[in-house]
């Protein structure tokens, strides 16, 4: 529950801090004092958005921080938990909005998103309005209130995200399928492609070796004379070759008895001229007795770069792109078939998650089905409390119309209400008297909140619009709330003020310089003081005071 709430530099409040207990806190003061204001900015420190405006003026700052006390929130201690947040049971919600309009929250002393506020925040506090009832004529909320009344949450929740996955996977199965026509038209024309490059089989390096074979080919006449020349010159040449010169050279330099060392190294570069140039020979006819010079094979060496020419012309790159080329489009036309393959899985996944929501969204309005009766009664009896003894209240629950899963669930839902005997049930939005739908909303809100799992629960001015014995059974349903739990309520009411188990009166304290609000603690006296105020104006009487006294005391009875 919330323990403590404090308050700097926010809109007129200077400083404030209030200590809150269990059980019904009401909270009363002039109009214009600032009772909502301190809603306000709890509503804050659980994530509500903010603006600059609300800093105090001539404040840098406004800093509001609320402790929580979670032994019976087991909920929000695993969140805590969850995201290494927690405190030993306890909780401090903490958000300072800056003059220049920057705002930073913290959890436990750590800087939170206000995502995460609000998401704790819901888990520790559920605020009642007097603008509620206009969400109350939305359909959202009827579907959502219906759900906290049976405890269903969590299995709606799966509803919504059986029906999301359903919605996701159709969305890709639509655009794969939209696809199609295109895809079919690129296999086909990558299933051809790759036919000619594997018809093509075009070896890793044949390119390089046929460029060369072909480029020998083709100079075959003056490539064999050239080496027969050479030949000549080296070996076959009567007149004098190369080979004769050397070995008449060596046996002139060894002729002598005793040649001087001087020249061997002379004689010894001859040798190995002369060793070189036998073995020159020897290669040289060697490739001339084994080189073809086939006619026929110089063809089909040019009918073989001829097609790799040709197909890499067709593609528009080098031919010795040809072999990444066929890669890229092996990959191509597999994401293709993976494409293909995925239409048929997501298929099946689109008929699992459809049976899935219907198992899920069946079990759902069995549920609803049982607790709207349960539901519709409550509201109903609490109407007749309210002063409206007549009036009637159902909750219509029918079939959605046939299409793909609703996050929703099977069925539409609505409020329907008749104020009075003898009219006819209409939807709540038709409901055309503003106190009716104040006390209908009130109502309403104060079942649901009874099975609310969260224990602190607010309510900012809900009686508006209602008096008499009505607000005196409005005081008592609240402090029935408060005994479970703990119950905030900002009221002007002096019926619902006198069932409060703590009485907190908020004030203008106006200085030489400045106006700022103060909220004061009432004891005994000073709560009977304000209860009479409220009954019979500014001037107290002993008839407003013994009347205010009455109200407190049979209250605490």
Known sequence: MLVHLSVHNYAIVEHLDLELERGMTVITGETGAGKSIMLDALGLALGDRADSGVVRPG????????????????????????????????????????????????????????????????????????HEHQSLLKADTHRRLLDEYAGNQDLARQVQLAAQRWQQTRQELERLARSSDEQRARHQLLSYQLEELDNLALGEHELEQLEQDHKALANAGS??????????????????????ALTSSLHRLTAFSSTPSALGEAINLLASAQIQVEEAVGELNRFIDHFDADPQRQQQLEERLDSIYTLARKHRIQPNELHSLQQQLFEELENLNADDQAVERLGEELGAYARHYQDKASELSKLRQTAAAALAAAVQGEMHSLGMPGGRFSIELRAREQGGPHPAGLELLEFLVS??????????????????????????????????????????????????????????????????????????????????????????????????TAVANLATDGRIEEVARMLGGVDLTEESLAHARKMVSSANA
Request: charged share 20%; hydrophobic share 40%; glycine share 10%.
């Open 223 to 244: 490539l064999i004379g050239t080496c027969q020349q050479v030949l000549e010159l080296c070996s076959d040449n009567d007149a004098g070759n190369v080979l004769s």
């Open 419 to 516: 104020a009075n005997p003898g009219q006819s049930l209409k939807p709540l939005a038709k409901v055309a008297s503003g106190g009716e739908l104040s006390r209908i909303s009130l109502a309403i809100q104060v079942i649901t909140a009874q099975t609310s799992r969260v224990p602190t629960l607010v309510f900012d001015e809900v009686d508006v619009g209602i008096g008499g014995p009505t607000a005196e059974v409005v005081g008592q349903l609240l402090r029935r709330l408060g005994e479970r739990g703990q119950v905030l309520t900002v009221t002007h009411l002096p019926q619902v003020a006198a069932q409060g188990h703590q009485h907190l009166f908020v004030h203008k304290a106006r200085g030489q310089d400045a106006t700022h």
């Open 59 to 130: 404040t840098d700052k406004a800093d509001i921080l609320a402790s929580f006390d979670l032994h019976d929130i087991p909920e929000a201690r695993t969140w805590l938990a969850e995201r290494d947040l927690d405190h030993d049971g306890q909780c401090l919600l903490r958000r300072v909005i800056t003059a220049e309009g920057r705002s930073r929250g913290y959890i436990n002393g750590t800087p939170a998103p206000l995502g995460d506020l609000k998401a704790l925040g819901e888990l520790l506090i559920d605020i009642h309005s007097q």
